[in-house]
């Protein structure tokens, strides 16, 4: 029983649009998600989070949409650049243990 | 700069060969986490540990144990190596229970068992 979904395994943008990734988890007493960023190589880093009493953080060209009741998450990339081009796993967290989907690889193009 | 560093980028063992991965941070951090990562199943947690001497099971800890001796070393052990543990082992650390405290990664192990 997978309790983090990441339903599309890749995608691919054009440099400068928005890119979308996406998210679904099954238990809602889960309080906090973050999103990750994975380059070939080297292991994941950490992108962007948001709480479970929030719907919608910011930072920079990254924005984490919350839809609690669809239990669905969203990261937004605007602009999209050629560097965003790797795996993001999005991951969900309670009492400091994280389960994560199966990660989405970006591919932005020039 | 924050640091976790693994023993070995490449590593290629024998199918029955006793395998230990090192995981070391530079954090002072009190958790610290195995992963292994799979093509389609993203990353996977097989043990991880709250503080010194303690080790919790993760979601698929057959086949392998954890030691924990000092704060900032974890190891990962498979006690006999098979052919279907052929992974990325990732190790990470963070703080205290707080979830709000992200995981740093470590470069990874890419262990294959022949």
């Known amino acids: 029983d997978q309790q983090v979904k990441q339903n599309s395994p890749s995608l691919s943008v054009q440099e400068g649009r928005i890119s979308i990734l996406n998210c679904d988890y099954t238990?809602?007493?889960?309080?906090?998600f973050l999103w990750y960023k994975k380059y070939p190589a080297e292991g994941p880093t950490f992108l962007i989070s948001i709480s479970s009493i929030k719907d919608k953080n910011e930072d920079g060209r990254f924005t984490v949409f919350l839809n609690k009741s669809a239990k669905h998450l969203s990261l937004h990339i605007v602009p999209s650049q050629p560097g965003d081009s790797a795996v993001y796993f999005c991951?969900?967290?309670?009492?400091?243990?994280?389960?994560f989907g199966d990660g989405t690889t970006l591919t932005v193009k020039p | 700069d924050v640091k976790v560093t693994q023993s070995s980028r490449y590593l290629v063992k024998r199918t029955g060969e006793k395998v230990f991965l090192e995981c070391v941070q530079d954090m002072d951090h009190e958790n610290m986490f195995w992963y292994r990562q799979d093509p389609g199943l993203g990353l996977r947690l097989i043990y991880f540990s709250y503080d010194v001497k303690m080790k919790e099971k993760g979601d698929i800890p057959e086949g392998y144990s954890v030691s924990r001796e000092k704060k900032e070393r974890f190891s990962l052990i498979l006690e006999s190596a098979s052919t279907n543990q052929t992974s990325m082992y990732l190790c990470?650390?963070?703080?205290?229970?707080?979830?709000?405290?992200?995981?740093?990664f470590g470069p990874g192990t890419r262990l294959t068992v022949l």
């Open positions: 991951a969900v967290t309670n009492a400091g243990k994280s389960t």
């Open positions: 990470a650390s963070s703080i205290g229970r707080d979830p709000t405290h992200e995981q740093f």
């Open positions: 238990n809602s007493m889960f309080d906090y």
